[in-house]
């Protein structure tokens, strides 16, 4: 993983661009646990803790080292590394760019650890990073910085331990085997798995609690495999997923000659839980086949292949688990029987085999994936294996037999043959027209597929499969062409190759002749066409003339005639239709016209009666019309056949009015649904003869519609009910309608329910103005009346009232009046009203005539005393009122000239006796009330005042705080009398 960074500093005038990076190398611990002698893998996490020991790295690359090539520049960075400095830095001063720049400043440190002898420098190398310059003219400047897993010191010490052990384990003429066995043991016996995965160096192998993971496994091996003089490496990859390190060893056999290249894993040759002394060779040189089956992968490009068998005699390496690879002598071609098959797997027969034997097939000799595998079964010598299709040409296979225990022999060549070609067919063809065409295949086998082809070669027509030895006849899946006249055919037989292609040709399809046909043009039902001389199975098609419209088509069920029915009418210009027939089995014969007459046309109907001038029939018709009005019109139509058909159109000779079917030879009356045109008064009428087409159209002058007689009728113009009016004369039916002089608004409309006069209340009050309305009269079966005038008088009014008496010099009666006006102080005004009647209404009006004082209904017959709301005017002392009796309109309105109301007599001085304190004043009566006033800036200021008692005729009113000399007022106010003027007194 790669962790950057950058930076810009700025120099003066020159920019530096500084690029850091950072990479960590740590492998993670891939162990083997043993428990009851069952092993299981546990994947162990990356950790970053390492020995403390005493003493630190020595920084041997303090300085900078300029370089101009880029060998130059690893060879530094390579030396830098193996003597584990902390950093260096290099400049580059080459005359050309830097290759790969810059991404190469990081994977040079890849080439580095990858590159053989360089494999301790790999997995020690802890982490890295370096900061770099951008190039000015190809020239830049970088620093590197490491850790290690190991310090200079340490490595030091790993170096000068790994001496003295090889010393005491090592002893000359000891084989390759027995060195690398020696080692395997003491790193196994002496070394523990780091099970809290913190060490990862050979120092932790060999120092301290002598614990590391595989990372330190492999580094120690490595160390103590070269110093013993083998050839090794360090290989990082993956085991069960996670990372992992083991060590490649190359060893000479047991005379010194012929060295191979294994693969050891001591990590897993030591399982955890560890146990004292104890060493496995599970995991001794093993081949690389066999470390991937145990689930072991790395990238092969930078590492040798280890793919060699491991014999050894060894009996303790043999008891440690790991046993001598035996290599399984090859097979004899001549054990080895192909069948190379066409339709299903190619059969690989081998024989002289044993049971639990693995015999595997290559597609070649270099093939690294068999094509297929399989195990000798319990007590068999021989073992069969189906292979997909080896291919239809001759060719060869490599056959390998493993024994149990034992390498996979070498592969030994076995030939095949070509795949067996089916013969070329013989067939012919029959060109059917009704049924599929059929094609017969003559000498065929049982389990033959034959197949057809069009002209082209590509399109398939048919196939079919023998069922037993013979011919083999089937149906094509398509009509064949009427111009290619050939196809193309194989046949494929049980487990050969398909034929060659061979052409089949055939004749062209039999026409049908000419029909023989006659047509009858109907009308009410459909037209028909019969042909002759029909066999069973021969179809007809007919058209209309222009050939493309099919009209009907059938198939003869036996052989005669057949006649069709059209579902089209045929035309009436045309005359003339286009058949075909097709026999069974043949093609359509040509198109043959098949001419045909016109359809026959009813006679018109004569119509209405001809008339004298005197009302008597010239010409008897055969048509009555009755022009009715309050009830549908009629049509009576003689001397119909049953099912004639009748149609009555409207005056524009389109709209149809009723078209009706005559169901017995007779009379037919029609009733129209619409009114027979008013305006016209004409209509139209065709006849259609069963099975005949329509006649023409027949005018019909009908009468118009009678008009009633204008109306006789009266009006009473009511006042306070509506008004009515009253027809005379009327029947039974009669529809009479009234309306306002305008002879648009309605304001009656009734029917008579039987003979005589019909008395309506109109909707709306009659006009005082117009005095006159309009009225119609419709009699059952008639046109409504012209609108008649009718006249009424204007509504009756009341007589005014007399008014008040007339009164002669001396106050009596001149004129006695019917109203009495009592104008009143201290309580409210009244008027008396005489001689009314009930529902007499009279209304009292104030001096400006608008303003209604009251108004009262007389419920009874004479006088009505009416008590007013508000005190009749002083000033003017006038009133109107008017009368309304019942069923007429109200009265012009009568003045009323009302007397003042009454005022109290002023006091005497001779009846008032002054004090500075009161007054006292005699000569009064009961009820009087007194007031005394005093004058102010702002006029006269009431001071006191007081009432006589009931029983007395005088009065003493007093006061306070009046000076002597001071003028006092004194009123006196008598009951229902306006208050007296104002005396005069002086106190004395």
């Not at 010191?153 to 010393?167: E, G, H, Y």
């Not at 003491?186 to 120092?207: E, K, W």
């Amino acid at each position: 993983m790669f962790k950057r960074k950058m930076s810009v500093v700025y120099l003066i005038a020159t920019l530096c661009i500084f690029f850091n990076f950072y990479n960590s190398t740590e492998v993670k611990a891939e162990t083997l646990t043993q428990t009851n002698q069952t092993f299981t893998t546990y994947g162990n996490a990356q950790s970053n803790g390492t020995v403390t020991v005493t003493g630190s790295s020595i920084n041997l690359y303090a300085g900078t080292y300029y370089v101009s090539t880029v060998d130059e520049f690893k060879q530094q960075l390579k030396a830098a590394i193996s003597n584990c400095a902390d950093s260096i830095t290099l400049s580059y001063t080459g005359s050309t760019a830097f290759t790969g720049f810059p991404s190469s400043l990081s994977s040079m440190i890849g080439q580095i650890t990858q590159t053989a002898g360089n494999d301790y420098e790999k997995l020690l190398l802890k982490s890295w990073s370096y900061t770099y310059s951008y190039p000015i003219n190809n020239a830049f400047t970088i620093t590197y910085k490491f850790t290690y897993w190991e310090t200079a010191n340490q490595r030091q010490q790993v170096s000068d331990q790994v001496n003295t052990i090889l010393a005491s384990i090592i002893t000359p003429g000891m084989t390759d085997e027995q060195k690398e066995k020696a080692i395997n043991a003491y790193i196994c016996a002496n070394v523990s798995y780091d099970t809290t995965l913190v060490q990862h160096s050979a120092y932790a192998a060999l120092f301290g609690n002598k614990r590391t993971v595989c990372q330190g496994y492999a580094l120690l091996a490595y160390r103590m495999l070269t110093a013993a003089g083998l050839e090794a490496r360090t290989v990082v990859g993956s085991a069960n997923g996670v990372g992992h390190a083991w060590n490649m060893v190359k060893i000479n056999d047991e005379n010194g000659q012929n060295p191979k290249w294994y693969d050891l894993d001591v990590t897993w040759n030591d399982p955890i839980p560890d146990v004292a002394g104890r060493v496995r060779y599970s995991y001794f040189n093993l081949q690389d086949s066999r470390m991937i089956s145990s689930a072991h992968r790395w990238n092969a490009a930078y590492y040798p292949v280890a793919n060699s068998p491991y014999i050894t005699t060894d009996q303790q390496i043999i008891d440690g688990g790991r046993k001598s690879d035996i290599v399984t002598s090859s097979p004899n071609s001549s054990d080895v029987t192909i069948v190379n098959n066409v339709i299903f797997a190619d059969k690989i027969t081998v024989t002289n085999v044993k049971t639990g034997d693995v015999v595997r097939i290559y597609k070649d000799s270099s093939a690294t994936t068999a094509l297929a595998s399989v195990t000798v079964p319990l007590g068999q010598t021989s073992a069969s294996i189906n292979v997909a299709q080896l291919g239809q040409a001759s060719g060869s296979i490599y056959v390998t037999v493993k024994n149990v225990g034992a390498f996979e022999s070498s592969r030994t060549s076995v030939d095949y043959s070509a795949e067996a070609i089916s013969d070329v067919p013989a067939a012919t063809i029959t060109n059917n027209v009704d049924k599929a065409d059929s094609i017969t295949f003559t000498g065929v086998k049982v389990k033959d597929v034959a197949t057809v082809y069009a002209k082209d070669g590509i399109t398939v027509l048919g196939r079919g499969t023998a069922l037993a030895d013979g011919n083999l006849t089937f149906n094509l899946t398509r009509q064949l062409s009427e111009t290619d006249l050939e196809v193309k055919s194989t046949i494929k037989s049980y487990n050969e190759l398909v034929s060659p292609v061979a052409a089949v040709t055939y004749s062209k399809q039999e026409v049908s002749a000419a029909p023989s046909a006659t047509i009858v043009n109907n009308v009410d039902k459909a037209d028909s066409i019969t042909f002759t001389g029909l066999k069973a199975k021969d179809v007809v098609i007919v058209y209309a003339k222009n050939g493309t419209t099919i009209l009907a088509r059938a198939t003869a069920l036996a052989d005669g005639d057949l006649t069709l029915n059209f579902p089209y009418k045929l035309s009436e210009t045309d005359l003339e239709v286009e058949a075909t027939i097709k026999n069974y089995n043949k093609m359509t014969s040509p198109k043959t016209p098949i001419t045909y007459s016109k359809q026959e046309v009813t006679t018109a109907p004569l119509g209405l009666d001809v008339l004298n001038e005197d009302g008597s029939i010239q010409t008897a018709g055969d048509i009555v019309v009755t022009n009715n009005v309050d009830k549908l019109d009629t049509v009576l139509v003689k001397g119909l056949k049953a099912k004639d058909v009748v149609t009555i159109y409207g005056s524009n000779q389109t709209t149809i009015l009723k078209r009706v079917v005559a169901l017995v030879d007779g009379d037919l009356t029609i009733t129209l649904p619409y009114q027979l045109d008013a305006v016209t008064r004409k209509a139209f009428i065709t006849v259609k003869n069963y099975n005949k087409d329509t006649s023409e159209k027949r005018e019909l002058d009908y009468a118009a519609q009678e008009v009633s007689a204008a109306p006789s009728a009266t009006i009473v113009n009511n006042v306070d009910k509506a008004d009515s009016i009253t027809f005379t004369g009327l029947k039974a039916k009669d529809v009479v309608t009234v309306y306002a002089k305008n002879g648009t608004t309605v304001l009656a409309r009734a029917t008579a329910l039987v003979d005589g006069d019909l008395t309506l209340n109109l909707l709306y009050k009659l006009s005082e103005t117009d005095l006159e309305v309009e009225a119609t009269i419709k009699n059952y079966n008639k046109m409504t009346s012209p609108k008649t005038p009718i006249t009424y008088s204007k509504q009756e009014v009341t007589t005014a009232p007399l008014g008040l008496d007339v009164l002669n010099g001396d106050g009596s009666i001149q004129t006695a009046g019917d109203i009495v006006v009592t104008n009143n102080v201290d309580k409210l005004d009244t008027v008396l009203v005489k001689g009314l009647k009930a529902k007499d209404v009279v209304t009292i009006y104030g001096s400006n005539q608008t303003t209604v004082f009251k108004s009262v209904v007389a419920l009874v017959d004479g006088d009505l005393t009416i008590t007013l709301p508000y005190q009749l005017d002083e000033t003017t002392r006038k009133a109107f009122i008017t009368v309304k009796n019942y069923n007429k309109d109200t009265s012009t309105k009568t003045e009323l000239d009302y007397a003042a109301q009454a005022v109290t007599a002023t006091l005497e001085s001779s009846n008032l006796s002054v004090t500075n304190s009161s007054i006292t004043v005699n000569k009064l009566v009961a009820g009087d009330k007194i007031s005394v006033y005093a004058t102010t800036t702002d006029g006269y200021r009431l001071i006191t005042y007081g009432t006589v008692a009931t029983g007395y005729t005088n009065i003493v009113v007093r006061f306070t705080g009046i000076p002597s000399g001071t003028t006092l007022y004194v009123t006196r106010k008598t009951a229902n009398q306006m208050q007296s003027a104002k005396l005069a007194v002086t106190t004395p």
